[in-house]
């Protein structure tokens, strides 16, 4: 987790300059299981909800934006076929992205 920073860390200290440049493009991916995903997800969430203000809960609705461009995405590119797995993916990192958030209402032995 952060290996970007940890990155940008090494490479400033190492007397690199970082710049900035919106032009480029970058294609990133991680290569998750739908478990290594909800295990990812639950703890950004933990940690979500133990840094981020109270009343910053918008990212649903950049959630709900980000899924209708990659479904425009897929659709564009002539991958349609990836929207039953993209729903499934989806829907994991929304869940446990939520529990995780609310992660003080949930048994501690869930938490462990």
């Given at each position: 987790m952060s290996e970007d920073k940890d990155f940008a860390y090494r490479v400033a200290?190492?007397?690199y300059e970082i710049?900035?440049?919106p032009e480029s493009k970058v294609y990133h991916s991680h290569d998750y299981t739908l478990r290594s995903l909800f295990t990812r997800r639950y703890k950004d969430g933990k940690a979500f909800?133990?840094?981020a203000a109270t009343d910053s809960d918008d990212f649903v609705f950049s959630?709900?934006?980000y899924v209708w461009n990659e479904y425009a995405y897929?659709?564009?590119s002539g991958a349609a076929y990836w929207i039953p797995y993209?729903?499934?993916y989806d829907f994991v990192y929304f869940i446990s992205?939520?529990?995780g958030k609310n992660y003080e209402y949930l048994p501690t032995s869930v938490n462990d």
């Open positions: 200290s190492a007397g710049h900035y440049c909800s133990e840094i959630g709900v934006r897929l659709i564009n993209a729903l499934l992205f939520t529990l």
